[in-house]
């Protein structure tokens, strides 16, 4: 079914380029909201990349500067690892010599040379033995050589051979108390 409308032709004429016009304008309308439709829309992506880039930049960053706090730190705690030992160590020796004078001093202020009239050597193992006599109140006996106890063998080797003479009396055992 078709709608006729009879117009004059001036009249016809007239609607015609108005109708046109209309048309036209509303393509113009068309294709200003897609120009400023698709500006936007680039305008909108631009920004996102910027702000991407911005990121990537900033998470790059953070990364590096985690990797530089975790370096430093591994140096620290290296670092701190390593004076905790050297302190361990020299309080150890501290320890140690405190306690070799120590036991020397103890064993002179016993004066357990002037009692049973021999010289000590400087061994600790000996010291030990003169801190133990003097704590237990036990002789001990001592190896005697020919030019006395201070220059007697220092090998350690122990001979059976060896004549040990006792503050106790002579025997030839190898005890060292009584």
Do not use: Y
Not at 10 to 23: F, H, N, P, T, Y
Not at 32 to 58: A, C, I, V
């Amino acid at each position: 079914m078709e709608l006729t409308i009879d117009l004059p032709i001036r009249g016809m004429s007239a609607l015609i380029d108005i109708l046109v016009e209309k048309k036209r304008e509303s393509e113009r309308e068309r294709d200003k909201e897609k120009r400023t439709e698709g500006l936007e829309k680039t305008d909108r992506e631009k920004e996102k990349l910027k702000t991407r880039k911005k990121r990537r930049e900033k998470n790059q960053k953070r990364g590096k500067g985690k990797e530089v706090v975790v370096a430093a730190a591994a140096v620290s705690l290296v670092v701190v690892v390593v004076v905790v030992v050297v302190v361990v160590v020299v309080v150890v020796v501290v320890v140690v010599v405190v306690v070799v004078v120590v036991v020397a001093a103890v064993a002179d202020s016993i004066s357990i040379r002037r009692k049973f009239n021999f010289s000590f050597s400087a061994r600790l193992h000996n010291q030990s033995i003169f801190v133990l006599f003097a704590l237990t109140g036990n002789k001990p006996r001592l190896k005697q050589s020919d030019r006395g106890p201070e220059h007697a063998d220092r090998s350690g080797t122990g001979d059976l051979g060896e004549t040990w003479v006792s503050v106790c009396g002579n025997s030839r055992a190898m005890a060292v108390w009584c």
